[in-house]
């Protein structure tokens, strides 16, 4: 067996349907298309969501639901991931700036500290928000926290 006896596994390649090449193609005259209406013509498309002149979906289907222009949006860091923090890079204080370096939250990103997990280390955290448990636990370990 050498590289010009390679063939492809038969029935794996189909031959392309050579539309509108005359009618001994057997594809050429209406080239598949069918006869008249829109759908025969060249240029058309069909209408996003148009389902043959039923009523679509989208105006069948009332209105529901609104997004609140005042709604903030948090990145939110647990406590745990603080405690991981200040074992493995041995930090005693954590902001924004240290959360950025370390990949957790982008420049413009707001966070919030979450009380998830356990926090031991005595730290100075700097946050947007806190949650009342992350604060409860922030304190009890001997830490401070400053609110941005």
């Known amino acids: 067996m050498n590289l010009s006896e390679l063939k ?7 031959t392309a349907k050579r539309i509108g090449r005359g009618p001994g193609s057997g594809l050429g005259g209406t080239s598949t298309r069918g006869h008249k209406g829109a759908k025969s013509r060249s240029g058309y498309s069909r209408k996003i969501g148009f389902e043959g002149g039923q009523m679509p979906i989208q105006r069948r289907l009332p209105k529901f639901g ?15 991931t603080l ?11 954590i902001g924004p700036e240290e959360l950025k370096t370390f990949g957790f939250v982008s420049a413009a990103q707001l ?6 997990g356990e926090l031991k280390a005595k730290l100075e955290v ?23």
Do not use: C, M
């Open 8 to 14: 492809p596994a038969r029935g794996s390649v189909k």
């Open 66 to 80: 609104f997004k609140n222009i005042n709604r903030v949006a948090y990145k939110a860091i647990n406590l745990s």
């Open 83 to 93: 405690q991981e923090l200040a074992e493995s890079k041995s930090v005693t204080k």
């Open 111 to 116: 966070f919030k500290i979450l009380g998830n």
């Open 126 to 148: 700097t946050a947007h928000a806190f949650s009342k448990k992350a604060e409860e636990a922030i304190t009890a370990a001997g830490g401070t926290i400053i609110k941005l």
